[in-house]
């Protein structure tokens, strides 16, 4: 009788990951007896995510994040279910781990996170780097194009955010001989609105039924990947911001800049709350060189990525380096 319940326990048991960039990253939440809830982070490690990552169909386990980092925020009448899990790393699902359901001290600031990777089911193949390319997905094992038929700019946003690199710049209706795919010609018809996580999320034609050729075969270019860092400082979190753009790092001007924008920062790099520093603490660091590469930012706080902020175009500003951001997190 405790065998059959535990397997009914089970089928009825669910995980998701919430507040990520993507299906593959967030809070982890489960749901037990039809009520979703959180996961207490007390000997949480990389084996229990690598569970998660398997049980949502994602790729490797690559980090133990904090869910506190994650927004929306947990809401408050919403309970923390389990907690102690331990898991070898072999469970199909979460909840064959084992774990206590009584759960106590263990507020929503401990909240467990995962981080997986996104499984490849997309690629620009042929380009220079791996931002640049032929849109090629993979069906059935096997890799084929994209007929540009029903293509647009918002679908080349949703690969360019699917492969983790930086926003759309480029759609070409249209390969030459040189840089044609081969074989199989997989979806056509592909209609997005540029807010899906994925290009297989998108509306589109039978997989393999279209009457395409390789001259129809869909180019995408993306920027390079976005990345930040904090320098000048004794550890990570603190010191003068500088961004990555076409593969040179450079400041951020401090026009418009505040306490919203701290706050993106220290997310991004993992790195607890904003500390508020002064204008004095924030020249400690001194002046940055090189390009000035972003001004005028304003986030609403919700970003993952100070990218996702709106801000005037790269390069493009009023500043010298005696403007430059800095910041300064908790580290936690």
């Known amino acids: 009788m405790t065998l059959l319940f535990s397997l009914i326990f089970e089928s009825l048991s669910r995980v998701r990951l919430v507040g990520g960039p993507h299906r593959c990253e967030g809070r982890v939440e489960v749901e037990l007896r039809g009520h979703w809830g959180t996961v207490c982070d007390d000997g949480w490690d990389i084996q229990d995510v690598a569970v998660v990552c398997r049980e949502l169909g994602c790729g490797a386990a690559n980090g ?13 009448e919403q309970k923390t279910l389990i907690q102690e899990v331990n898991c070898n790393g072999i469970e199909d699902t979460l909840l064959q781990c084992k774990h206590s359901e009584d759960v106590f001290d ?13 499984p490849e089911s997309v690629r620009l193949a042929g380009g220079l780097g791996r931002c640049k390319g032929r849109v090629e997905v993979k069906h059935q094992g096997k890799w084929g194009t994209v007929c540009n038929a029903g293509w647009s700019l918002s679908a080349a946003k949703v690969v360019c955010r699917q492969l983790g690199c930086g926003k759309a710049i480029l759609t070409q209706r249209f ?44 180019w995408v270019e993306c920027e390079d990947p976005f990345d930040l860092r904090l320098v ?8 003068r ?3 990555l753009h076409r593969g040179v790092w450079g400041s951020v001007c401090d026009d418009g800049w505040g306490e919203t924008e701290d706050r993106v920062v220290c997310k991004q ?3 607890g709350e904003s500390l508020s520093p002064s204008v004095k603490a924030r020249r400690s660091f001194g002046p940055g060189v090189g390009p000035i590469w972003l001004d005028d930012v304003h986030c609403s706080g919700k970003e993952q990525s100070l990218e996702q902020c709106q801000h005037r175009f790269w390069g493009y500003h009023n500043c010298d380096h005696k403007e ?9």
Request: aromatic share 4%.
């Open 64 to 76: 133990t994040p904090s869910g506190f980092v994650y927004e929306p925020s947990t809401e408050k």
């Open 106 to 118: 263990c507020g929503h600031d401990e909240d467990a996170a995962a981080l997986c990777e996104i």
């Open 175 to 218: 390969c030459n001989k040189a840089t044609q795919g081969q074989g199989t010609i997989w979806l056509s018809q592909v209609s997005c609105s540029g807010q899906e996580v994925s290009l297989q999320d998108c509306p589109s034609g039978n997989w393999g039924k279209n009457n395409c050729t390789h001259e129809e075969d869909t």
């Open 232 to 239: 000048g400082g004794d550890i990570g979190c603190s010191g």
């Open 241 to 243: 911001l500088e961004v």
């Open 269 to 271: 790099l993992g790195c």
């Open 324 to 332: 430059d951001v800095a910041v300064i997190c908790s580290e936690q």
